[in-house]
Antibody
Framework: VHLLESGGGLVQPGGSLRLSCAAS????????MNWVRQAPGKGLEWVST????????YYADSVKGRFTISRDNSKNTLYVQMNSLRVEDTAVYYC?????????????WGQGTLVTVSS | AIQMTQSPSSLSASVGDRVTITCRAS??????LGWYQQKPGKAPKFLIY???SLQSGVPSRFSGSGSGTDFTLTISSLQPDDFATYYC?????????FGPGTKVDIK
């Protein structure tokens, strides 16, 4: 299993960014996928989950209405579109696979991509 | 949203010590709790799910227990590789919530 995030960078407050997570080594479409973030020096924060089919999505209150999670099962890729970015969205963003079988914990993680929101 | 607390926030221990970390949920979450280990600059590592089920490949010195609102992670004999920050996470309902973390460092 391998997860590789990309798309991070520096963006101004109010701007947008799309992160991608390329997955390999497993049947992508059968697993829920997630975004988890970590602000510098802070703890972990769950951001969003999307079920395998893509039909069901869930968001933290802190990003609801601004972030949109999606997936392309034909490309084995997970995305998050981040709009109206705030300084407090600055963090390392990890994509992570859910373990399945009725549980949603995160068994495999990418290396993370840094998003910096600053003027 | 369910609030997760952890205690202690940090602890100092020696190699070979038995270490216990506590996680408490603000409401009954059955056994829908997991534990993660994170080292500086690295992605978290998944240790335990369903409160007490050890993830494949995780050393048996790690164990978890609890249900309802109170949970514990125990390291039976601390090893040099175990110095890290530990987080609990509830997957009982959305939004999923992590505890604030417990940093385990060398005495």
């Amino acid at each position: 299993v391998h997860l590789l995030e990309s798309g991070g960078g520096l963006v101004q407050p109010g701007g947008s960014l799309r992160l991608s997570c390329a997955a390999s080594g497993f049947t992508f479409s059968t697993y829920a996928m997630n975004w988890v973030r970590q602000a510098p020096g802070k703890g972990l924060e769950w951001v969003s989950t999307i079920r395998g089919s893509g039909d069901n999505t869930y968001y933290a209150d802190s990003v609801k209405g601004r972030f949109t999670i999606s997936r392309d099962n034909s490309k084995n890729t997970l995305y998050v579109q981040m709009n109206s970015l705030r300084v407090e969205d600055t963090a390392v963003y990890y994509c992570a696979r859910s373990i399945g079988s009725g549980h949603y914990h995160f068994d495999y993680w990418g290396q993370g991509t840094l998003v910096t929101v600053s003027s | 949203a369910i609030q997760m607390t952890q205690s202690p926030s940090s602890l100092s221990a020696s190699v070979g010590d038995r270490v216990t970390i506590t996680c408490r949920a603000s409401q009954d979450i059955r056994n829908d709790l997991g534990w993660y280990q994170q080292k500086p600059g690295k992605a978290p590592k998944f240790l335990i799910y369903a409160a007490s089920s050890l993830q494949s490949g995780v050393p048996s010195r790690f164990s978890g227990s609890g249900s309802g609102t109170d949970f514990t992670l125990t390291i039976s004999s601390l090893q040099p590789d175990d110095f890290a920050t530990y987080y609990c996470l509830q997957d009982y309902n959305y939004p999923f919530t992590f505890g604030p973390g417990t940093k385990v460092d060398i005495k």
